[in-house]
């Protein structure tokens, strides 16, 4: 539930103040409109740390010319269901989202595809675009890499990007099964968020610069992440950062442009796309809505809600939210009017202004 710090925004007054954001800066519609749907997808499915709280940041770095629209987007290598393709710096969901596409279109034609994304950028939540694909009928893998930001087991420095891996399954008669998952305990999103909001973080999640445990998301900030699983975490994250130097031809982790510090150079992020339709391979009937629920009908643990399979409580809460609004921090819109406002859009610094003071509120 939202806090005292956030209330309910309309989803559409939302997404068209991205959209707006984002075309004001000279971003054609087609990429202003896939950024905003990617994000707000996030912020719908309860991952607000990969949502509109990233709106400033891609702001700035468009404006410092540093990221932009998929004009120049090209596939520079093709063999069959296999595809690598060149953002060209644009805004990670605007190529991601042109990728997937490309990506479905050849499992379209041979039943399977890969497609790797190079020269992009931040992409947002990997679930996203696990999503489009169930919607099409299509399973998925999604991951990407990133900045390093974790601390491969048994390190006291960063040196592995929080790197995500999502896996979607479509379902016939229930949601998808998307299971999106950092390789890191907690994504670094929800720490810079929990600083936003003035909370300190779990324990277990991050250390220090001195490499001790802390609480204190200033400090993870400076500090390291931790992977989930010990080794197991560091082990996934480093294989999908190999899968986009290989495939996507990225740089490595620890080479890579900060999203957030380093405005001297671009980011040269790598996403791949496993792309897979089930119906090449027979008519598996009802039996994986079957197992779903026989999952779902096995006992809780004393004191625990029903079991629930990953991306059965999110398409739950989507829902909601597209008839409530979605929750949004004060301090979010605040700075998202603030770097409008910073960079001579006036109209759209009001119109932020404007559902801070409740003007957009849902309900």
């Known amino acids: 539930m939202p806090d005292e710090t956030e209330f309910p925004i309309d989803v559409t007054a939302l997404s068209s103040l991205t959209?707006?954001?984002?075309?004001?800066?000279?971003?054609?519609?087609?990429?202003?409109?896939?950024?905003?749907d990617v994000l707000i997808d996030s912020n719908l499915h309860g991952v607000p740390s990969h949502g509109f709280q990233r709106v400033p940041i891609y702001m700035r770095r468009v404006n410092a010319g540093l990221s932009g629209g998929t004009e120049h987007l090209r596939v520079v290598a093709e063999s069959g269901a296999l595809a690598r393709m060149d953002a060209a710096h644009a805004l990670g969901p605007a190529g991601a989202v042109k990728a997937l596409d490309h990506g479905l279109a050849l499992a379209g034609k041979f039943g399977v595809a890969l497609v790797a994304l190079g020269r992009s950028t931040h992409f947002g939540a990997a679930g996203s675009y696990s999503r489009r694909a169930a919607a099409a009928g299509f399973a998925s893998i999604v991951m990407t890499n990133a900045t390093k930001r974790m601390a491969p087991h048994g390190s006291a420095d960063a040196f592995l990007g929080t790197n995500a891996v999502a896996i979607g399954i479509p379902l016939a008669a229930h949601d998808p099964f998307i299971l999106d998952i950092a390789t890191s305990i907690g994504a670094q999103g929800k720490i810079t968020r929990a600083k936003q909001l003035n909370e300190q973080i779990p324990p277990g999640l991050a250390i220090d610069p001195q490499g001790q445990p802390t609480t204190d998301p200033a400090l993870a900030l400076l500090g390291s992440l931790l992977p989930v699983g010990g080794a197991k975490g560091s082990g996934l994250a480093l294989a999908v950062s190999l899968f986009a130097v290989l495939l996507a031809e990225a740089d490595c982790d620890d080479e890579m442009a900060s999203l957030y510090n380093d405005f001297e150079r671009r980011q040269n992020t790598g996403h791949v796309f496993v792309l897979i339709d089930p119906s090449r391979l027979g008519d598996a009937g009802d039996r994986p809505d079957v197992m779903i629920e026989r999952l779902m009908g096995l006992r809780p643990i004393a004191g625990s809600p029903a079991v629930r399979y990953p991306g059965q409580e999110s398409a739950r809460l989507a829902r909601a939210r597209r008839r409530g609004g979605v929750p949004i921090s004060r301090e979010e819109l605040a700075s998202v009017a603030d770097i409008c406002g910073a960079l001579g859009h006036e109209d759209l610094q009001e119109r932020a202004h404007a559902l801070l003071s409740g003007a957009g509120l849902s309900g």
């Open 19 to 36: 959209q707006a954001c984002f075309e004001r800066l000279g971003i054609r519609q087609e990429d202003a409109l896939a950024v905003a």
